[in-house]
Structures are given as structure tokens and as C-alpha cells.
């Protein structure tokens, strides 16, 4: 996966963040517990740098938002196109918010195509789908080989319960995840471009998001639209990549 991202490593900078990033956080190339498409999970590099840029932008805009809030952030992580990029970036960004120890929850939302639980190597459900067919059932989050990330799949016949999840807001599920000691909580939501009209209800009430789009595939049409729809439920673009 490569990066083009519109946020920089200047403002809130990366360095600033008590307890950052350091070796003794990665695992060994080749781990089996996580995919290797992970890539922040085993290497510091240029691109390992670019998810960081965009880890510091979204702190920024949730300081901006919340001041010093101490609850839960939410950042949804939303794709254009369908595809898997989406959802790569959103484990590559909650790892490195988990680095640098800030206990973090990755939740799939991406019921029609879920992709989190194979990229962190961990069962497929309990997960989303399970809680909107059980509205009061409470879905523990799964451990992954990542120190401080928890991750909530899409779930047992996830596909099924895809047009259910865009009927009311994500943030009232919330109390249905249980991550004990999680103070950011990353969403993955692929392929929306068709989907606008319901993202505007579906992200009520997040602090930011970040847009994915991809070359050559993704019209800028797309992209304004759901930036306009996000503008008009007050809910801020922490930045865009390109992938």
C-alpha cells in the first residue's frame, strides 16, 4: 500500500506525544499473529511515517474538538471505493496510536466485505453484526498481538445486517463494545461513495474522519460529496489519502 496523504508532520507533531513509537513496540517480520500488510506492526520507515503524520492530525483535530476531554475519541476511517484499502489503513493507524500508548479499539464496520479480523488474526465474531441483531448483548473486544489494541469485527453473517448498521449512528453502539481502558476508538468504513446519504447519520456524533481514496479509481465527485455531507453535520475531516 502506498501513501499520498494531505497531512504533514508539523503542528501537533508525532514527536511531542509522550511514550512515542520506539523499536522495542514492533513485532519480528514474519509474525504470524498479524497480516503483513500491517506494515506499522514490524517496520519504522518512510511509510510507517506517513500513518503517524496522519495519527498526529487526527489528535489535532480531536483536541480541537474536545479540548481536554477525557472521554473516548472516534475517528472513522472512510473509503470512497470499494476495495480493501480502507480497512489496511485503519489497522496500520490503530496500531500506531496503540504504540505509542494510547489503548486503542479497531471496529470493522465494513459488514459487506469485512477485512479487520483476518488482518489482525483474530475470529471473525463475535463483532458488529452480532450487536445490531442483539441490541443489548455486549461484544467483548478481542486482543491482538498488538499491546493495546482491541479489536471488534463485523461479526457472524456480517453481510446480512449491512443495511441494518446504516439505519441509526454507530456512536450508539458503543456501550455495546467492551474495551476496558480504551481512549480511541478507530472505525473502518470501506466503500461509501454510493452510500453518502447515510453517512452523515451513520458518523453523528465522531470527532473526526479520515477519507480514502484511490488512484485512478475514485471520482473527485465522490470525494466532495462526502466531504459536504460531513461539513453539514458539523463532523471534521482530520485529512485525506491517497492510496
Excluded: Y
Amino acid at each position: 500500500m502506498r501513501l499520498k496523504s494531505t497531512v504533514h508532520r508539523q503542528g501537533a507533531g508525532d514527536d511531542s506525544v509522550p511514550g512515542n513509537d520506539d523499536a522495542r513496540s514492533l513485532l519480528q517480520m514474519g509474525d504470524p499473529r498479524v497480516d503483513p500488510l500491517v506494515v506499522a506492526a514490524f517496520r519504522s520507515d518512510d511509510m510507517v511515517a506517513k500513518i503517524r503524520a496522519i495519527r498526529a492530525k487526527v489528535i489535532a483535530a480531536t483536541s480541537e474538538q474536545n479540548g481536554l476531554n477525557t472521554r473516548i475519541a472516534l475517528t472513522a476511517v472512510v473509503g470512497v471505493s470499494p476495495g480493501d484499502a480502507p480497512s489496511v489503513l485503519s489497522a496500520n493507524l490503530a496500531t500506531v496510536f496503540a504504540q505509542m500508548g494510547t489503548v486503542t479499539g479497531l471496529v470493522d464496520a465494513g459488514l459487506a466485505d469485512p477485512a479487520i479480523a483476518s488482518l489482525l488474526r483474530v475470529p471473525e465474531a463475535p463483532g458488529v453484526a452480532d450487536c445490531l441483531r442483539t441490541p443489548d448483548a455486549t461484544i467483548t473486544a478481542q486482543r491482538t498481538a498488538i499491546p493495546g489494541l482491541f479489536v471488534v469485527p463485523a461479526g457472524s453473517d456480517a453481510a446480512s445486517q449491512a443495511s441494518h448498521l446504516e439505519r441509526g449512528a454507530l456512536v450508539e453502539q458503543v456501550e455495546q463494545w467492551s474495551m476496558p481502558g480504551v481512549r480511541q476508538i478507530i472505525v473502518a468504513l470501506p466503500a461509501m461513495g454510493d452510500r453518502v446519504l447515510a453517512l452523515g447519520n451513520l458518523l453523528a456524533g465522531f470527532d473526526n474522519v479520515v477519507v480514502v481514496a484511490e488512484k485512478h479509481r475514485t471520482k473527485i465527485a465522490d470525494i466532495r460529496r462526502i466531504v459536504d455531507v460531513l461539513d453539514q453535520r458539523g463532523i471534521p475531516v482530520a485529512g485525506s489519502v491517497l492510496v
